[in-house]
């Protein structure tokens, strides 16, 4: 049941980012970390081929996607 629930709010968390106004580079972090399933995790997020972590701002921003409206 836990794994239907992440994957769930995985999809919705992907059409929020599709669906926003969010320039290209941005949604494409926040996909990244979609499919690593970071939202909350300490450690780095790194896009595939690269070498830095991603921005706090965009890993924040993916924290606060994941949580839903307030």
Do not use: Y
């Amino acid at each position: 049941m836990l794994g239907s629930f992440l994957s769930n709010r995985q999809n919705e968390f992907r059409e929020t980012v599709t669906r926003s106004s969010l320039p290209g580079d941005v949604k494409h972090m926040l996909h990244t970390v979609n499919r690593q399933k970071a939202w909350f995790t300490r450690d780095d997020v790194i896009l595939r081929g690269g070498d830095k972590p991603l921005p706090e701002e965009v890993r924040h921003l993916a924290r606060e996607a994941s949580c839903g409206p307030s």
